[in-house]
């Protein structure tokens, strides 16, 4: 019993491995950072970063729980993936940030003059989005990324798909803002866990229903 137990556990675990690499080109999500997020109450300006430090550099309160997951910014971009890159306001008097899959120099939102620092990290593009969703773990599919506006602020803001509340954007917060565009770019959710737990649960179920069948 023992013997055969192993071997379809070994078994379950190669096939399992097999499932969730069918597409290798796909990066993998396990080595997704969190976007955290966070807001500046008296100004009303929003601010994203995949280094928790900068919040803390900048006096900004940074939420418990980030917006996404993103890939780093020191990803080598591949065919499904494309850079979020951060732009910086330059108007005098603006302290807002805009985050893009454009990567122009300069740019100009909302009448605000913007410019270029670098990726922030890397989302999926429409074709990961088309050829790497499917591997993703039920509770782990990618979301589009919206970019909002608030005129009262000079602020821009994101959430993912389904207008995601949570930390210091309220609904109360985020009913200021209006949908302006749709970033071109698909993020994974906050709280995925990977593969690695995904394999977990494809192996535990093979082999649990062998013990028990």
Known sequence: MRVASSIIFTFSLAAATALAAR???CPNPAAAVPLYRGRT???GNTFYSTDASEFT???IPRDSTPLARIFPSTSVPGSFITALNRY?????GEDDHVYTTESTPTLTRD????ALEGPQGYIYNALGFALCNGDLPRNGKMQLLYELYSETFTDHAYVLQGAQFGGSLTAAVLSGYKNVRVVNGWALPPTISGYASFLSLCVLEAYFSYLYR
Not at 88 to 92: E, F, G, L, P
Not at 111 to 114: A, E, K, L, M, Q
């Open 111 to 114: 009448g605000i003059d913007y």
């Open 57 to 59: 550099n900048a006096g």
């Open 23 to 25: 597409n290798p080109l």
């Open 41 to 43: 109450a008296a100004t």
């Open 88 to 92: 910086v306001a330059t108007t005098a």
